[in-house]
């Protein structure tokens, strides 16, 4: 049975970037056992996907594409926000770096990026 793994820094999503690899990507076929419906139900759960319905082999097809989609993209927006934001704030500009994480905040669902952009902005309250 998969038990959830977690870092220091939040879940450990390489299970389900490894399944998104080989399925997706590789082609491989998607098979549904215990294991693989508890870790796309977990995930979807840390990734904020309500509707997850991984009774079927589509159902679960596309929960798995989501999930991966949410990973990916939200992982891809933090970090190019946060970027910015810490150019932002080495050139004293701290309302365009406040900015950075109010525009994460304003389009993400995930809850750990979500975490993180509220976190970088309550640091944020006091400076400039």
Request: contains cysteine; negative net charge; aromatic residues 4%.
């Amino acid at each position: 049975m998969t038990t959830m793994k977690t870092t220091e820094d939040g879940p450990d999503w390489d299970p389900i970037r490894a399944l998104a690899r080989q399925v997706l990507r590789d082609g491989a076929p998607l098979v549904l056992d215990d294991d693989v419906r508890d870790l796309l139900r977990r995930t979807a759960r840390e990734v904020a996907l309500s509707d997850a319905d991984v009774s079927t082999d589509a159902g679960a097809l596309a929960v798995l594409r989501e999930c991966s989609r949410r990973i990916t993209e939200g992982s891809n927006r933090l970090g190019d926000a946060l970027h910015r934001m810490y150019r932002h704030r080495e050139a004293g500009d701290y309302d365009s770096a406040r900015q950075e994480m109010r525009d994460v905040l304003s389009v993400e669902v995930v809850p750990l990026y979500r975490e993180i952009a509220q976190g970088q902005l309550a640091a944020m309250a006091t400076d400039g």
